[in-house]
């Protein structure tokens, strides 16, 4: 049950919970009143992560947890992270004045080497958002054979309303407060949506002053100067592409008949959509944060690259029709990427998706509820998201082996093992979602989770 609201302080009132019964309490999320699951409905104590993205993390499990027969008693330990941070940042903004924004970390299980994963600035960052994206992450890492557990973290700030010095002194501020949380073998950050690679350099500078020693092991996805690995920018748009490759082959896609369709133009969206340009698909329709663009015939996406470089947007780019990031998504097309946020496509645009391949670049953008009516219709073939954008954290692994060695590779040679890593993961899910004739969601998330529920089970309850 939700209500609008638009003050931001916490409250305690009495209110019903989704199961009938009553709590004493109030969340508040950002401009949102939350209410509360009880125990029942959440597990005790955890309605702090309570937001939509992490119920639709949690719906995803419990399937999943449904089909591989984890007792009940087990998944609470699985599901819900290991650990969370949640810090104040004050920082002096340009004019003198100060501002404090909120900060989180998440980090969702400590079973394997380190934890892993982004951080990300937008406005909408809570704490269970987080939570959610760190859930995802350690199903990623499984899938992928990587030894880590997930982890996200973000700010809930607009980066585009603050200067430089601004960021950095916020992004110096929120590492100072993770100090004791991470590290190279505790819990590794890398970029997510609103940041890069100079936020990286920041962390780590700030990381290394406080230890007396340079780190570039304590993040990923930092500059190659400063220990980055060649291809770790390009990595997740890339691995986006190869991926719909494959996927294009499985399903008898050429791709110079093919046309693209990709929202959000990032890193990782502008990335895939130059690989997929490179690979022949005519990219017919883009966008980002300010809105779409639409060419039927195709999009020059050299000139894009000049024109997003010059003016900041894909907004206004010669040679296109304006569009809305909704009407981008049903528009038909043999392509559909969504690379932006959580939740974009729902209920209410499921059923006018016109694609024959759906790729998942983003984290999370399809709802269970829109996942129940693209399964009815069978007729997309998904890659899901803890598979599709898995080259981010890949390629992110290889920086962080190559840092801990000191010894560097070759951008082709990270290309090549990139590329081996994604085909196992593609065909490990692709065969099981054919022999048990599941989705292929379902079948990359029980790759995933299995592997996790081995290593707890392995490890066993201490003490
Ligand atoms: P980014 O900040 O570089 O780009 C995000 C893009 O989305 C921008 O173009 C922004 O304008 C656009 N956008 C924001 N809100 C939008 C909206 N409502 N509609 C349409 N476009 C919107 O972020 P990124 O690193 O490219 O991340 C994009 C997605 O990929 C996120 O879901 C992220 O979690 C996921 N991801 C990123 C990486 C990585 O290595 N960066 C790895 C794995 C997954």
């Known amino acids: 049950m939700w209500w609008r609201?638009?003050?931001?302080?916490?409250?305690?009132?009495?209110?019903?919970?989704?199961?009938?019964?009553?709590t004493k309490r109030r969340y508040r999320c950002g401009l949102l009143w939350l209410s509360l699951a009880c125990g029942d409905?959440?597990?005790?104590?955890?309605?702090?992560?309570?937001?939509?993205?992490?119920?639709?993390?949690?719906?995803?499990?419990?399937r999943v947890a449904d089909r591989l027969g984890v007792p009940p008693d087990q998944r609470s330990?699985?599901?819900?992270?290991?650990?969370?941070?949640?810090?104040?940042?004050?920082?002096?903004?340009?004019?003198?004045?100060?501002?404090?924004?909120?900060g989180y970390r998440v980090q969702h299980h400590l079973t394997l080497v380190a934890t892993k994963g982004g951080l990300r600035y937008h406005p909408d960052v809570t704490l269970g958002e987080v939570a959610a994206l760190a859930m995802w992450m350690s199903w990623k890492c499984a899938l992928t054979g990587l030894p880590y557990g997930?982890?996200?973290?973000?700010?809930?700030?607009?980066?585009?309303?603050?200067?430089?010095?601004?960021?950095?002194?916020?992004?110096?501020?929120?590492?100072?407060?993770?100090?004791p949380f991470i590290g190279p073998q505790i819990d590794v950050m890398a970029p997510d949506v609103g940041t890069n690679e100079q936020t990286m350099a920041w962390m780590m500078d700030t990381y290394s002053m406080q230890m007396g020693y340079t780190v570039p092991s304590i993040v990923t996805g930092k500059p190659v100067a400063l220990g980055g690995s060649l291809g770790r920018?390009?990595?997740?748009?890339?691995?986006?592409a190869y991926l719909i490759n494959r996927a294009m082959d499985t399903v008898g896609?050429?791709?110079?008949?093919?046309?693209?369709?990709?929202?959000?133009?990032?890193?990782?969206?502008?990335?895939a959509t130059y690989a997929l340009a490179n690979f022949g698909l005519k990219i017919i329709a883009v966008s980002d944060v300010n809105g779409g663009i639409y060419n039927q015939?195709?999009?020059?996406?050299?000139?894009?690259?000049?024109?997003?470089?010059?003016?900041?947007?894909?907004?206004?780019?010669?040679e296109s029709e304006a569009i809305t990031n909704e009407q981008l998504l049903t528009i038909p097309c043999d392509v559909l990427v969504p690379a932006a946020l959580e939740r974009q496509i729902t209920e209410k645009n499921a059923d006018k998706i016109q694609c024959r391949i759906l790729a998942e670049a983003a984290n999370g953008p399809t709802t269970p509820e829109a996942d129940s009516i693209l399964e009815q219709r069978g007729d997309i073939f998904v890659i899901p998201d803890i598979?599709?954008?898995?080259?981010?954290?890949?390629?992110?692994?290889?920086?962080?082996?190559?840092?801990?060695?000191?010894?560097?590779?070759?951008?082709?040679?990270?290309?090549?093992?990139?590329?081996?890593?994604?085909?196992?993961?593609?065909?490990?899910?692709?065969?099981?979602?054919?022999?048990?004739?599941?989705?292929?969601?379902?079948?990359?998330?029980?790759?995933?989770?299995?592997?996790?529920?081995?290593?707890?089970?392995?490890?066993?309850?201490?003490?």
């Open 77 to 102: 330990r699985i599901k819900y992270p290991k650990r969370s941070v949640t810090v104040s940042l004050p920082i002096e903004r340009d004019d003198g004045s100060l501002e404090v924004f909120a």
């Open 233 to 240: 920018r390009e990595s997740t748009g890339k691995g986006v």
């Open 387 to 463: 598979l599709c954008n898995a080259g981010g954290v890949v390629v992110s692994y290889f920086e962080w082996v190559q840092d801990l060695q000191s010894f560097f590779w070759s951008e082709s040679e990270v290309l090549d093992k990139l590329n081996r890593i994604l085909e196992g993961a593609f065909v490990q899910t692709l065969t099981l979602s054919r022999k048990e004739k599941i989705p292929m969601r379902l079948a990359a998330l029980s790759l995933g989770v299995k592997r996790v529920v081995e290593a707890k089970r392995l490890r066993g309850l201490y003490p």
């Open 150 to 179: 997930g982890a996200k973290g973000g700010i809930a700030c607009d980066p585009r309303k603050l200067s430089i010095s601004e960021l950095e002194r916020l992004t110096r501020r929120y590492t100072q407060e993770m100090i």
């Open 253 to 271: 896609v050429r791709a110079s008949n093919a046309t693209a369709i990709i929202q959000g133009f990032g890193n990782v969206g502008s990335v």
């Open 297 to 318: 015939a195709g999009l020059d996406t050299w000139k894009l690259n000049q024109f997003v470089a010059e003016s900041g947007t894909v907004v206004g780019f010669p």
């Open 5 to 22: 609201r638009t003050e931001r302080l916490t409250s305690y009132y009495l209110v019903a919970n989704e199961c009938g019964a009553l």
């Open 41 to 62: 409905c959440y597990g005790w104590g955890m309605d702090v992560y309570n937001h939509p993205t992490f119920a639709m993390a949690c719906q995803q499990f419990e």
